[in-house]
Protein backbone atom coordinates (compact mmCIF):
# COMPACT_ATOMS: atom_id res chain seq x y z
CA UNK A 1 0.00 0.00 0.00
CA UNK A 2 2.96 2.33 0.91
CA UNK A 3 4.19 2.29 -2.93
CA UNK A 4 0.42 3.53 -3.82
CA UNK A 5 0.43 6.26 -1.50
CA UNK A 6 3.67 7.25 -3.36
CA UNK A 7 2.13 7.21 -6.46
CA UNK A 8 -1.20 9.09 -5.26
CA UNK A 9 1.14 11.79 -3.82
CA UNK A 10 3.70 12.03 -7.00
CA UNK A 11 0.05 12.47 -9.10
CA UNK A 12 -1.22 15.11 -6.29
CA UNK A 13 2.47 16.86 -7.34
CA UNK A 14 1.44 16.50 -10.57
CA UNK A 15 -1.38 18.72 -10.75
CA UNK A 16 0.21 21.06 -9.11
CA UNK A 17 2.26 21.36 -11.64
CA UNK A 18 -0.71 21.62 -14.02
CA UNK A 19 -1.84 24.00 -12.40
CA UNK A 20 1.14 25.87 -11.84
CA UNK A 21 1.41 26.05 -15.67
CA UNK A 22 -2.26 27.43 -16.02
CA UNK A 23 -1.41 29.80 -14.15
CA UNK A 24 2.42 31.18 -15.67
CA UNK A 25 1.20 30.41 -19.23
CA UNK A 26 -2.55 30.69 -19.38
CA UNK A 27 -4.62 34.26 -20.32
CA UNK A 28 -4.97 37.25 -17.70
CA UNK A 29 -7.05 37.50 -16.55
CA UNK A 30 -7.85 33.71 -16.26
CA UNK A 31 -11.17 33.30 -18.64
CA UNK A 32 -13.44 32.70 -15.30
CA UNK A 33 -12.10 36.10 -13.67
CA UNK A 34 -12.97 37.64 -17.14
CA UNK A 35 -16.45 36.53 -17.07
CA UNK A 36 -16.77 37.80 -13.54
CA UNK A 37 -15.51 40.75 -14.20
CA UNK A 38 -17.49 41.29 -16.95
CA UNK A 39 -20.76 40.27 -15.40
CA UNK A 40 -19.76 43.52 -13.09
CA UNK A 41 -18.82 45.74 -15.82
CA UNK A 42 -15.47 45.55 -14.88
CA UNK A 43 -12.75 47.23 -17.62
CA UNK A 44 -9.11 46.33 -16.70
CA UNK A 45 -6.14 48.87 -16.94
CA UNK A 46 -3.20 47.69 -17.79
CA UNK A 47 -1.93 47.97 -14.39
CA UNK A 48 -4.75 46.16 -13.08
CA UNK A 49 -3.70 43.51 -15.33
CA UNK A 50 -0.27 43.84 -14.36
CA UNK A 51 -1.45 42.90 -10.62
CA UNK A 52 -2.97 40.26 -11.52
CA UNK A 53 -0.32 38.56 -13.52
CA UNK A 54 2.03 39.18 -10.25
CA UNK A 55 -0.82 37.35 -8.18
CA UNK A 56 -1.17 34.94 -11.02
CA UNK A 57 2.89 34.09 -11.13
CA UNK A 58 2.99 34.32 -7.36
CA UNK A 59 0.29 31.53 -6.90
CA UNK A 60 2.02 29.34 -9.50
CA UNK A 61 5.15 29.90 -7.42
CA UNK A 62 3.79 28.55 -4.21
CA UNK A 63 1.82 25.61 -6.66
CA UNK A 64 5.43 24.74 -8.04
CA UNK A 65 7.05 25.01 -4.46
CA UNK A 66 4.28 22.74 -2.69
CA UNK A 67 4.61 20.22 -5.66
CA UNK A 68 8.33 20.18 -5.21
CA UNK A 69 7.94 19.54 -1.77
CA UNK A 70 5.52 16.71 -1.70
CA UNK A 71 7.45 14.95 -4.63
CA UNK A 72 10.35 15.37 -2.87
CA UNK A 73 8.85 13.92 0.62
CA UNK A 74 7.24 11.38 -1.31
CA UNK A 75 9.84 9.32 -3.10
CA UNK A 76 12.81 10.13 0.50
CA UNK A 77 11.27 9.72 3.44
CA UNK A 78 7.18 8.82 2.96
CA UNK A 79 8.91 6.28 0.69
CA UNK A 80 10.78 4.72 3.84
CA UNK A 81 7.48 4.31 5.92
CA UNK A 82 8.37 8.00 7.85
CA UNK A 83 5.01 9.07 9.30
CA UNK A 84 6.23 12.80 10.24
CA UNK A 85 6.51 12.86 6.34
CA UNK A 86 3.06 11.59 5.19
CA UNK A 87 1.78 13.76 8.02
CA UNK A 88 3.15 17.07 6.36
CA UNK A 89 2.47 16.14 3.03
CA UNK A 90 -1.30 15.64 4.45
CA UNK A 91 -0.89 19.00 6.04
CA UNK A 92 0.64 20.72 3.80
CA UNK A 93 -1.68 19.18 0.88
CA UNK A 94 -4.84 19.41 3.03
CA UNK A 95 -4.32 23.30 3.02
CA UNK A 96 -3.89 24.24 -0.25
CA UNK A 97 -6.84 22.02 -1.14
CA UNK A 98 -9.50 23.32 1.31
CA UNK A 99 -8.43 27.51 0.14
CA UNK A 100 -8.28 25.70 -3.79
CA UNK A 101 -12.01 24.57 -2.92
CA UNK A 102 -13.33 26.97 -0.58
CA UNK A 103 -12.93 30.00 -2.01
CA UNK A 104 -13.35 29.61 -5.86
CA UNK A 105 -17.08 27.13 -4.67
CA UNK A 106 -18.06 30.53 -2.72
CA UNK A 107 -17.04 32.79 -6.08
CA UNK A 108 -19.45 30.09 -8.06
CA UNK A 109 -22.20 30.48 -5.87
CA UNK A 110 -21.89 34.23 -6.08
CA UNK A 111 -21.68 34.65 -9.61
CA UNK A 112 -22.71 31.12 -10.98
CA UNK A 113 -19.46 31.19 -12.99
CA UNK A 114 -18.03 27.96 -13.10
CA UNK A 115 -14.67 28.16 -11.24
CA UNK A 116 -12.15 25.38 -10.53
CA UNK A 117 -13.09 24.28 -7.59
CA UNK A 118 -13.63 20.71 -8.80
CA UNK A 119 -9.92 20.92 -9.46
CA UNK A 120 -9.20 21.50 -5.76
CA UNK A 121 -11.34 18.73 -4.45
CA UNK A 122 -10.06 16.44 -6.25
CA UNK A 123 -6.26 17.34 -5.19
CA UNK A 124 -7.62 17.17 -1.96
CA UNK A 125 -9.14 13.81 -2.37
CA UNK A 126 -5.63 12.55 -4.09
CA UNK A 127 -3.56 13.82 -1.32
CA UNK A 128 -6.35 12.06 1.18
CA UNK A 129 -5.82 8.76 -0.50
CA UNK A 130 -2.62 9.21 -0.28
CA UNK A 131 -2.43 9.60 3.48
CA UNK A 132 -4.93 6.76 4.38
CA UNK A 133 -2.83 4.43 2.20
CA UNK A 134 0.54 5.25 3.49
CA UNK A 135 -0.90 4.85 7.14
CA UNK A 136 -2.35 1.46 6.29
CA UNK A 137 1.41 0.82 4.31
Same mark, same amino acid.
Given at each position: ??????????? %? #???????? #?????? =???????????????? !?? =??? +??????? *???????? +? %? /?? @?? +????????????? #??? #?????? +???????? /??? *???????? !????????? /????? @? @???? %??? *??? *?? @?
Amino acid at each position: MLILAVILNCL %A #AGMLFWGA #AQYTLG =SVPADYHAEILEKEGV !EL =SPH +MIGILAS *LYRSLAAT +M %A /AL @GV +MILVLSLGPVAQD #AVW #AQGTVA +MAGSLFAA /AAT *LGPLAIEG !ETGVRTPWR /AGLAF @G @GVIF %AGF *LLA *LI @G
